[in-house]
């Protein structure tokens, strides 16, 4: 019962994240030598923070590397 509750709940904050972002803006943005995206939602005077590291070297921003190409 309780991985039933936790997996609708996850789900439900992954759709509203999603929307957050999808409605947003996302900004290239440089911090020291690393290149990042800001990503910021509408109409929201001041959001939560997350700090997503997605990988080092060559992985991108969607955790695809050289071998493995997961798109997430």
Known sequence: MRV???IGALAIVNLFGTTMIACGEETAIRVGNI???LATP???ER???ALL???SGTTDH???GPQ???AS
């Open 68 to 70: 493995v190409k997961p």
């Open 62 to 64: 969607d955790g695809n």
């Open 42 to 44: 509408a109409n929201v």
């Open 53 to 55: 590291i997605a990988g």
């Open 4 to 6: 039933h509750a936790l």
């Open 47 to 49: 959001p939560v923070v």
């Open 35 to 37: 290149d990042a995206v």
